[in-house]
């Protein structure tokens, strides 16, 4: 797949909240960084398991009321998509909205890095 390819299809499966769906994109080895370490651990996630890991959080941990997409803008081997996200954390039941986007770059039809960039309202 093209870079533009993996794109539109990232699109795709995140509108429809296909998250696991959307693995099969990543390649073996793939680099996933947030913003920001959770529980003081690193910010950056290596291999598809543990990106796999992430959405297992993900799912387990947020109800989500809309996830919504802009994008994508692609160039070369990167793309950019922007998530807007309306969640309920199920522990806490804290409502929050959330605004980032994700960088991504792909090799050989696979992502092969991600990173996320909040919004700093």
């Not at 959080?57 to 950019?80: I, K, L, Y």
Request: charged share 30%.
């Amino acid at each position: 797949m093209s870079t533009e390819e993996v794109a539109k299809k990232v699109v795709e499966l995140v509108k429809k909240q296909a998250w696991y769906e959307a693995l099969d994109l990543y390649g073996d080895n793939v680099v996933s960084v947030e913003a920001y370490s959770m529980g003081g651990g690193s910010p950056e996630t290596r291999g598809k398991e543990g990106v796999r890991g992430k959405v297992d959080w993900w799912v387990n941990a947020m109800e989500v009321h809309s996830f919504d997409t802009n994008g994508p803008f692609v160039a070369h081997d990167q793309f950019v998509v922007q998530y807007d996200a309306d969640v309920t954390d199920k522990k806490t039941k804290e409502c929050r909205k959330m605004s980032e986007v994700g960088v991504y770059t792909v090799k050989n039809g696979k992502i092969v890095r991600e990173e996320f960039l909040p919004s700093v309202d």
